[in-house]
């Protein structure tokens, strides 16, 4: 099948600071990636769609100032969480669509302290 | 809005059992439906797929079922093996064109004693 990758797999960092999360498809082009978040012991929720060349599209209660999407191309999506705070330590997978389905990075699991 | 409820949370059996996870939708109007494993601490491993025109997967000891008119699937695990500990997701596409944005359910943690 279909390869995402995401990059890194942890990463720990201070309050305040920012940190940026790659995701890539190693072996298709996807014009529309997603990405979601996991809190401790719940499930996956949607956080907000990637869109190639374009804005991205946030679900609600999501703030698109704090969780800045770029897909500058085919290949790659980057979340950036801004300022980050303890609260938004938490599980974040991306997923790109090929073939009919879609397919999931190995996800991201951030702990700000 | 779609909801999706899997039951039970948390199942312990002994190896060599057959079991049957369960997965339940509120809104019948869905594209596909997957089901997936996750391990503590990583990320998704896509079991199967199946279609909304579809009634069932399978694959190895893993058999999916799908029932859009009553709003559920069953996946159903032959021959329970300690490996095959882990969470287990449904998740349904929500939409009858297909837009890969997935809804996902709560999880069933399985552990299978050895």
């Known amino acids: 099948g279909a390869v995402v990758s995401q990059h890194p797999s942890r990463v720990i960092c201070k309050s305040g600071t920012s940190v940026k999360i790659e995701c890539r498809s190693l072996?298709?082009?996807?014009?529309?990636m997603f990405w979601y978040r996991q809190f401790p012991k719940q499930s996956l929720m949607l956080m907000a769609t990637?869109?190639?060349?374009?804005?991205?599209?946030?679900e609600q209660g999501v703030e698109k100032d704090k969780f800045l999407i770029n897909h500058a191309s085919l290949t790659l999506s980057t979340l950036t969480v801004t300022s980050a705070h303890p609260e938004d330590s938490s599980f974040y997978i991306c997923?790109?669509?090929?073939?009919?389905?879609?397919?999931f990075g190995q996800g991201t699991r951030l702990t700000v302290v | 809005k779609q909801e999706v409820t899997q039951i039970p949370a948390a199942l312990s059996v002994p190896e060599g059992e057959n079991l049957v996870l369960n997965c339940s939708f509120t809104?019948?109007?869905?594209?596909?439906l997957q089901w997936f494993r996750q391990d503590p601490g990583k990320g998704l491993t896509s079991l199967l797929l199946?279609?909304?025109?579809?009634r069932e997967q399978t694959s190895g000891r893993l058999n999916a079922s799908l029932d859009k008119s009553s709003g559920r699937s069953t996946l159903y695990i032959a021959a329970s093996q300690p490996g095959d500990s882990a969470t287990y997701l449904c998740?349904?596409?929500?939409?009858?064109?297909?837009?890969?944005?997935?809804?996902f359910g709560t999880g069933t943690r399985l552990k299978v004693l050895a």
């Open positions: 072996d298709f082009q996807a014009t529309t």
């Open positions: 997923s790109a669509p090929t073939g009919g389905r879609a397919f």
């Open positions: 998740a349904v596409d929500s939409t009858t064109s297909g837009t890969y944005k997935y809804i």
């Open positions: 990637s869109n190639e060349g374009s804005k991205a599209t946030y």
């Open positions: 199946i279609q909304s025109s579809q």
């Open positions: 809104d019948s109007a869905i594209y596909n």
